[in-house]
């Protein structure tokens, strides 16, 4: 909020369209991280079943496919989870 007030000071349409879609986007990324973060915590607490992880797989790959992390991230969480199931 605080940059579309410091944008309407500056009376720009493209400053404050920008400052509107700055927000929107960061809302959506912390939304996608989020769900991602509980789905991961949520198999690292509870025994690291495969269908937790088949879960945790399908929201790193979305989170990857929107953009919002690396797809090299990505790859790099899902293998340390696969790691991690393995070793029970």
């Known amino acids: 909020m605080a940059e579309i007030k410091k944008a309407l000071k ?17 809302k959506s990324n912390s939304a ?14 509870d025994g690291k ?4 992880l088949s879960s945790a797989y399908s929201e790193i790959d979305t989170a990857a496919r929107k953009g919002t992390i690396h797809k090299r ?4 969480q899902k293998s340390r989870l696969a790691k991690a199931l393995n070793k029970k």
């Open 10 to 26: 500056k009376k720009k349409s493209s400053v404050t369209k920008r400052a509107r879609q700055a927000l929107a986007r960061r």
């Open 32 to 45: 996608v991280k989020s769900k991602m973060r509980k789905v991961v915590k949520k198999f690292k607490a």
């Open 49 to 52: 079943s495969p269908e937790l």
């Open 73 to 76: 991230t990505a790859a790099r």
